[in-house]
């Protein structure tokens, strides 16, 4: 991938990342205030307003043209060759509850999930970054990494538990350690790690934005993304489609958790 457009990517993410930690400082009481309602369908909370603005208006100014995907504006045409598939502020309940578990993510493609080719995802709490690159691997604060062979003896996982919850995601509620831990971005990208063994949504809940970064990097760090039904994850770069995701370090685990 061309190089600028690598570099116009993460100072994206470090101009969100640097007006995220400003207003967590300022106006904190502010951040989970609606501020009216997104292009995909949701309310918008301050946080997400401020963080997708700055990004909006440092990329507009940018001499290196992309188009924009980001849940609160929709997408903005500016007639790039690539689109920034953006989510300023993954895990937005934790960050105005105070939570520690959230992140900015941007995946740069064109037109599907699998044409994506380059992802970042910036853990906001802990300054913590995954980088990716297709057919380069993945890497973690300049380090790369990849999924262990086998999961763990006692198997940890994140779930999407709550109102999304159904009969699958019960079954393997049951088994191993579970967390849930609300930043789908995060909880992928900690399977790439090694940190969870696996990832699973049940429902059709997620969408692209949320997930277009984080699967490019888990699957360079060799592991395997699909939706519930086990099938590869694919989706089209818009906010019209919701994906369920089965996240996890092989295929005999997919295997497994399809069929709870």
């Known amino acids: 991938m061309d190089e600028d457009i690598k570099m116009l990517a993460n100072n994206t993410v470090d101009k ?24 995909d369908g949701t309310t918008t909370k301050y946080i997400d307003k401020v963080a997708e603005d700055v990004a909006l208006k440092y990329l507009k100014k940018s001499s ?69 690159e297709k057919d380069h691997g993945s890497f973690l604060n300049n380090t790369p990494i990849m999924v262990p062979d086998m999961p763990g003896r006692e198997m940890l ?30 909880e992928m990208c900690m399977v790439a790690l090694g940190g969870l063994d696996y990832y699973v949504v049940g429902q ?6 949320d997930i277009a970064a984080s699967t490019l990097i888990l699957r360079e760090a060799k592991g395997f993304v699909t939706n519930i039904a086990g099938v590869d994850l694919e989706m089209p770069l818009n906010l019209d489609e919701r994906t369920s995701v089965v996240a996890a370090c092989n295929q005999d685990l997919i295997d497994e958790i399809v069929s709870c």
Do not use: W
């Not at 969100?16 to 292009?39: E, M, P, Q, T």
């Open 16 to 39: 969100i990342y640097r007006k995220i930690k400003r207003v967590y400082s300022s106006d904190f009481h502010r951040l989970g205030s609606n501020v009216g309602i997104g292009a």
């Open 157 to 186: 996982s994140s779930l999407s538990l709550g109102k999304n919850i159904n009969k699958k995601t019960m079954c393997l509620a049951k088994k191993g350690v579970v967390r849930s831990l609300g930043s789908a971005s995060l």
């Open 64 to 132: 290196t043209k992309v188009n924009i995907l980001s849940e609160e504006a929709g997408f903005v045409d500016q007639g790039g060759k690539y689109t920034f598939v953006l989510d300023p502020v993954d895990g937005t309940r934790n960050a105005y509850r105070g939570i520690p578990f959230f992140s900015v993510s941007l995946g740069v493609g064109n037109k599907t999930m699998s044409d994506v080719e380059y992802g970042i995802v910036k853990n906001v709490a802990s300054g913590d970054v995954f980088v990716a």
């Open 204 to 209: 059709e809940f997620l969408r692209v934005t």
